[in-house]
C-alpha cells in the first residue's frame, strides 16, 4: 500500500464492496440451505420437491442473472457505479425478501429468484470498475480479492444464520424468515453507500496524491490523469467481442464460475447424502470451507502484487500466478476417496470437507486475478462491458452445472457418490482447461484501445 502521505481512503471503498459482496452472496445462499425442507416429501410437512425442480429453481436464478450481467455491464457503464450499484442492491434485496411469499411453488419460486438473479447480476460489474476506477494496476488483484472475498463471508453467514432459523422458528417459519432478514440488510448498506461513496474525481475525502496515485498508470502511459471523460464514453458491446481478450475472460469465466455455483448450492446435499449430516451438522463444516476460502481469496489478490514489486511485468506475474492457482483444484479428484466411510471411518468426513476447502480457497484465488485480467488488458470505460460479458458466459456455464448436478442426482438417487464422482471431476480439471485457453487467446496481453 501507499504511504501515509498519500492516503488510503481507498480502501474504504474496498470495504464498502466487501460488504456489498458479502449481502450479496448471503441472500442468493439461503436456498442452499432450505433445500432440505422444500425436497422433504408433503406427507413430512415439506414442498415434496425432487432434486430435479431444485436444480430449475437455481438454473433459472443463474440463467437470469447470466443473461442481464451483460445488460448491467452497458448500464453501469452509462449511469456510473455509484447509482449503479445502489439500484443493483435494491432489486435483488426487494425480491430477496418477496421469496418468502412464494409458497410452495415451484414455478413461483423459479419467478421470484430470476428476478432476484436481475438484481444481482450488478453486483461484480459495478464492484470490478469501482476497483478500476478506485485502484492502480499493481493493487487491483489484493482489492478484488478484498470484496471478492465477501463471497465467503455471506456463504458463512448464511452457513450459520439460515439453519438457526430452521432450528429457532421451526422449519415451517424459519425458511421464510432467513429470506426477510437477508433480504432486509441491502437496504442498511446503502446508507453507508450513499455517505461515503464517489468516484475519485468527486470524492471529497481523498488526498491530491492519492488521486495522483490511484491515476498513476494513466500517467505511465501519458494518458489524462482523469478518465472523467472517457468513463462516460459508450462502448461498443459487439466490439469488445473482436477481441481475443474478451474471448480469453469469457472462457475462464464459462468454465470456472459454475464450480463456485456448484459449491454454494449443493454443498450441503452433498454433506447429507454422503455423510448422513442433518441441518444441526451441516452448519460449521460448510462454515468452515468459505472461511477458508477467504485465505484463498486473500492470497491469491496477492500473489501477483509480490511478483510485480520484485519486478516482473504484470501480465507474466497475473498468469504464473494465475497457473500456480489452477494445480490446487486437482486436489478435489481425492474427495470421493478420502470421504469414503469404509476406509476413513469417522475421518472421512474431515478429510473430504479438508479437500473441499483447497478446491474452495483455490477458486476464490483464481477469480480474484482472473477479474483483474479485464482491468489489466482494458481501459476503464470498458471494463463494465467486458465483466458483464464475462459474468454472461460464467452464468451460462452455472446453469449447466446446476442442471447437471440436479440430472446426476435424479439418475443416481441411490448411488449420489457417483453424482458427486462426476461433479468433483469436472470440478477439478476446469481451471487448468481455462488457463490453457486464456493463454493462448492473450498471447499480445497489451491494454486494448476501444
Known amino acids: ?127 470490478i470498475k469501482t476497483v478500476a476506477e478506485w485502484f492502480p494496476k499493481k493493487e487491483r488483484a489484493l482489492a478484488t480479492g478484498i470484496f471478492n472475498s465477501g463471497s465467503n463471508i455471506g456463504a458463512m453467514i448464511a452457513a450459520l444464520f439460515v439453519p438457526w432459523c430452521l432450528i429457532h422458528y421451526g422449519e415451517a417459519l424459519g425458511w421464510k424468515m432467513a429470506f426477510i432478514v437477508t433480504g432486509a440488510a441491502g437496504f442498511l448498506w446503502l446508507i453507508f453507500w450513499f455517505l461515503l461513496y464517489n468516484p475519485p474525481h468527486k470524492c471529497k475525502f481523498i488526498s491530491k496524491e492519492e488521486h495522483d496515485y490511484i491515476n498513476e498508470d494513466d500517467l505511465a502511459v501519458h494518458a489524462a490523469a482523469s478518465e472523467d471523460v472517457a468513463v462516460r464514453e459508450k462502448v461498443s458491446w459487439w466490439k469488445l467481442f473482436q477481441y481475443p481478450q474478451t474471448w480469453a475472460f469469457f472462457w475462464g469465466k464459462f468454465l470456472t464460475d459454475g464450480i463456485w455455483w456448484f459449491l454454494l448450492f449443493w454443498l450441503p446435499d452433498y454433506l447429507k447424502k454422503q455423510f448422513g449430516m442433518d441441518i444441526h451438522h451441516i452448519m460449521w463444516p460448510t462454515f468452515t470451507v468459505y472461511a477458508i476460502s477467504i485465505l484463498g481469496s486473500t492470497f491469491g489478490g496477492n500473489l501477483p502484487r509480490t511478483m510485480i514489486n520484485r519486478g516482473m511485468p504484470v501480465y507474466k506475474a497475473r498468469m504464473t500466478a494465475m497457473f500456480i492457482i489452477a494445480l490446487f483444484p486437482l486436489f478435489l479428484l481425492l474427495t470421493q476417496y478420502f470421504g469414503n466411510k469404509e476406509i476413513f471411518g469417522n475421518y472421512a468426513a474431515t478429510l473430504a470437507i479438508a479437500v473441499i476447502c483447497i478446491g474452495a480457497a483455490a ?88
Open 1 to 127: 500500500m501507499a504511504n501515509d502521505k498519500v492516503g488510503n481512503y481507498r480502501w474504504v471503498i474496498a470495504a464498502l464492496l466487501l460488504f456489498s459482496t458479502t449481502i450479496n452472496y448471503m441472500d442468493r445462499q439461503v436456498i442452499s440451505y432450505v433445500k432440505d425442507y422444500f425436497c422433504t416429501p408433503i406427507a413430512k410437512g415439506g414442498f415434496g420437491w425432487t432434486d430435479n425442480d431444485y436444480s430449475y429453481i437455481t438454473s433459472f436464478f443463474t440463467l437470469f442473472y447470466a443473461s442481464v450481467t451483460v445488460l448491467a455491464g452497458l448500464v453501469i457503464d452509462k449511469i456510473g457505479t455509484k447509482l449503479g450499484l445502489a439500484l443493483s442492491l435494491i432489486i435483488w434485496s426487494t425480491f430477496g425478501i418477496l421469496n418468502a411469499f412464494a409458497g410452495s411453488s415451484v414455478v413461483m419460486h423459479a419467478v421470484v429468484r430470476s428476478l432476484f438473479g436481475i438484481g444481482e447480476a450488478g453486483n461484480f460489474p459495478a464492484s
Open 363 to 450: 477458486h476464490q484465488a483464481w477469480s480474484a486475478n482472473l477479474f483483474t485480467t479485464v482491468s489489466d488488458m482494458f481501459p476503464k470505460k470498458a471494463v463494465g462491458s467486458v465483466t458483464g460479458i464475462g459474468g454472461m458466459a460464467g452464468g451460462l456455464g452455472g446453469v449447466i452445472i446446476q442442471r447437471l448436478s440436479g440430472i446426476l442426482n435424479t439418475n443416481y438417487h441411490s448411488h449420489p457418490q457417483t453424482a458427486y464422482m462426476i461433479m468433483f471431476f469436472i470440478s477439478a480439471v476446469a481451471y487448468i482447461i481455462a488457463w490453457t485457453i486464456i493463454r493462448i487467446l492473450t498471447r499480445k496481453p497489451q491494454q486494448i484501445l476501444v
